[in-house]
């Protein structure tokens, strides 16, 4: 198994005694949720729904999301924007995602230039320091498209990423600039294809992560939109499936702020948008609409590079901070009751479409691959 600089193990492991699919390896637990788009430090502000997403992200073998917030440090240059879409926050926020015990990032989106290229590269820093593996940006081009390793108790889970529409110019990473690693669309309002260079350097990296991990994550942040982030696009899909097909056990996107559905393919899950994990925004009140506050966190368990079944707990954000403050907005709760069902039947309806059912569990629901 290759091991790169990115690759750090979750615990004081010894890589010889990973287990491999081909052993009697015990399955594998990932659990994937929506972005966070984190402006403050969520542990200065406790609310009671803080430690229950902790304990729910902490039963995982490791827990991923996209890390939508450009990190401050001494080596950030100036913003890239002047207005309420300006997403940057202090490294504590990275602290506060460790405590919730996420160890796997994806740095890939259109936020990740914010704070220009010295900004992509304070922030790898500030990952790096705290051990949080990341993927998707880079001093350059071929740092940016590298798959990152983590290391788990029951596995290895591989992540390549990129994002896809609104990478500001200068943002994307070439072969002697820092950057995101683009997948370059024909439109940022309706592609039809994706560059056919980028995608293949992407699918190349699948097939690379795929020998040396026991799970690899596809991750796509997009901004090309269907129906203004309504619908799955019909390109997108079909990426996904060449994803899969090159290697990838599952396919994870984030973009607009709220939920697509799931497929399944190849009993492999397909995550078309998960939307938020936390969403600080700073416009004003009603400018998203209900949907937005609302989402899942799938819990997955594979074996032999399949889905064995997924647990989905419904997730609330609150839309308005306490008193106004920012800092106290879009924070995550579990949901119960008839907020839990209304979120499940809507995600049920988004994925029906792919073929999927879930079983209902009280609050949560269940996926079984057929």
């Known amino acids: 198994m290759r091991l790169s600089r990115r690759r750090l193990a979750a615990g004081a492991l010894d890589a010889a005694v990973l287990p491999r699919w081909g052993r009697a390896a015990a399955p594998l637990s990932l659990t994937v949720m929506g972005q966070a788009l984190i402006q403050h430090d969520l542990r200065q502000h406790p609310w009671p729904g803080f430690a229950a997403v902790g304990d729910l992200?902490?039963?995982?073998?490791?827990?991923?999301?996209d890390l939508e917030t450009a990190i401050r440090n001494g080596r950030a240059d100036a913003p890239?924007?002047?207005?309420?879409?300006?997403?940057?926050?202090?490294p504590a926020v990275l602290d506060c995602l460790k405590d919730w015990h996420i160890g796997l990032v994806a740095t890939a989106n259109n936020h990740a230039y914010d704070l220009g290229a010295g900004g992509i590269l304070g922030a790898i820093d500030e990952l790096d320091k705290r051990g949080l593996v990341h993927a998707g940006t880079g001093v350059d081009l071929a740092a940016a498209v590298a798959p990152a390793y983590r290391d788990t108790v029951n596995g290895s889970v591989a992540l390549v990423a990129a994002a896809s529409g609104a990478i500001r110019d200068g943002g994307a990473a070439t072969p002697s600039r820092a950057g995101v690693n683009e997948?370059?669309?024909?439109?940022?309002?309706?592609?039809?294809?994706?560059?056919?260079?980028?995608?293949?350097?992407?699918?190349?990296?699948?097939?690379?992560?795929?020998?040396?991990?026991?799970?690899?994550?596809?991750?796509?942040?997009?901004?090309?939109?269907?129906?203004k982030g309504q619908r799955a696009p019909s390109w997108q899909q079909d990426f996904a499936h060449r994803c899969i097909d090159a290697g990838a056990t599952l396919f994870v996107s984030h973009g607009a702020p709220w939920l697509l559905g799931v497929e399944l393919y190849r009993r492999r899950p397909i995550f078309y948008n998960l939307g938020s994990l936390v969403f600080q925004t700073a416009t004003e009140g009603g400018t998203y609409q209900a949907e937005a506050w609302q989402s899942v966190i799938a819990e997955c368990r594979f074996a032999a590079g399949a889905l064995g079944d997924m647990t989905l707990t419904p997730v609330q954000l609150n839309d308005q901070g306490v008193?106004?403050?920012?800092?106290?907005?879009?924070?995550?709760?579990?949901?119960?009751?008839s907020a839990a069902t209304a979120i499940l039947d809507r995600f049920a309806a988004l994925s029906a479409p792919f073929g999927t059912t879930l079983e209902r569990a009280g609050d949560t629901a269940i996926i079984r691959p057929s």
């Open 323 to 337: 008193d106004g403050d920012l800092a106290t907005r879009g924070r995550p709760s579990l949901a119960h009751g």
């Open 57 to 65: 992200l902490g039963r995982a073998d490791l827990a991923f999301t």
């Open 80 to 90: 890239t924007r002047q207005d309420l879409f300006l997403h940057a926050a202090d």
């Open 183 to 227: 997948l370059r669309a024909d439109s940022d309002r309706d592609a039809t294809a994706l560059s056919a260079d980028d995608a293949a350097r992407f699918l190349g990296k699948i097939r690379e992560a795929a020998a040396g991990a026991e799970l690899v994550i596809a991750y796509h942040h997009n901004h090309v939109l269907t129906d």
